[in-house]
Every structure is written in C-alpha cells, then in structure tokens.
C-alpha cells in the first residue's frame, strides 16, 4: 500500500475510531472511561463512528456507542462533546 492509500483510507485517516475528525479530545477513544452527564453514569466507550437508525435509514457520522463498566444495555451518547473522562 502507497503512503497515499494508506492516508485515504478510512481507519488511517480518521484515526481513534474517527473519534480525531470529529472534533473529540485525544483521550475520547474505544475502550476509554468516561462520564456520560445526559444520563449522569460513568461508562466505557464502544465505537466511535458512523452509525445508520435501521428504523429511519438516517446516518450518524460521529456517533459514539457507550456500555456500563460491569457490562449491560449500551445506549448512544446523545450529546458526545458534553462527555468527560471518568474518575478512576
């Protein structure tokens, strides 16, 4: 792969999950600790990433997917910039 094909692809480019092009802090990637004040719990980031509503064919391009640090429902980050890293 050319060092132009690796700079248009898609993982390469977007860095994190994509979680660079968004406008989102370094910190906010895959795997990271954070807290969520829309619904006032800490969790664990999923994805990051484009995201299309199976019920409205809508796509989402910065949409980040977060789970309970113990496990359990995952839910989408309704406003992503409002997120903070977590306490540990």
Known sequence: MSA???RAH???SAGRGGAMNAGFPPW???GAKV???GVE???IVQFIGEWQDPC???CFPNTVFLRPPSGGR???ANNPRALRK???
């Open 56 to 58: 409205t064919n809508r």
């Open 35 to 37: 807290f969520d004040p």
């Open 4 to 6: 132009a094909d690796s």
């Open 28 to 30: 906010l990637h895959e």
């Open 10 to 12: 898609p993982e390469n």
């Open 74 to 76: 995952e839910w989408i």
């Open 86 to 88: 977590a306490d540990r």
């Open 41 to 43: 719990r800490e969790a």
